[in-house]
């Protein structure tokens, strides 16, 4: 069985994006730009909702071919590009790249993939994961907090009908107060 990994940049109130959708408030340092881009190679399959996917693909396709772009960034699209990924959404008609679309039932899909064989897959996006956080699927959660508040916006967490017990296995502390803490679901 596959493990389901959910990690974003979130603020220390909780929000994965500011009001609006804004993510300029989480610019990553180069250590932790790095430590994200591991994640990415070791990543067997990510799972993005429409909205992430967006955002993601309107940059890292071609990142590296933009004037100015850093070791680091050339790293990170060329393993983003590489990456196999499903989309989720019940608007979008078409995905490119490296990508598959799935426009039916989310929960049944994430998980006959997690049933299969591979290594560990990635869910991104507020809106998906937190279909999965209740359906009992995420096998790890990651946060990564930066000391800022939002007072509003996309939260990590959605309303949960009870409690999910957590066991703490990392923590590791980034440049400007970032700190990483990886839960694994207690099953």
Do not use: C
Request: hydrophobic share 40%; glycine share 12%.
């Amino acid at each position: 069985m596959r493990k389901l990994v959910f990690g974003m940049n979130l603020s220390l109130d909780g929000y994965v994006a500011a009001p609006g959708g804004d993510l300029g408030w989480g610019v990553p340092s180069d250590e932790l730009f790095q430590w994200w881009s591991d994640r990415v190679g070791a990543t067997d399959l990510a799972l993005y909702g429409r909205g992430l996917w967006e955002t993601m693909n309107a940059h890292w396709p071609t990142a590296d071919q933009q004037p100015g772009a850093t070791p680091a960034e050339i790293e990170y699209a060329r393993r983003w590009r590489d990456m196999p990924k499903v989309v989720f959404s019940s608007t979008t008609t078409t995905v490119d790249g490296n990508a598959r679309l799935v426009t039916g039932d989310a929960i049944a899909e994430i998980t006959r993939l997690k049933a299969g064989d591979g290594g560990p897959m990635d869910i991104g996006g507020a809106t998906l994961a937190a279909a999965a956080m209740r359906a009992g699927l995420i096998d790890e959660y990651v946060l990564v907090t930066a000391p800022v508040l939002l007072g509003g916006g996309t939260p990590f967490f959605p309303v949960l009908d009870g409690a999910v017990r957590l066991d703490l296995v990392e923590t590791r502390t980034f440049p400007g107060g970032v700190l990483l803490t990886r839960y694994e679901t207690r099953r």
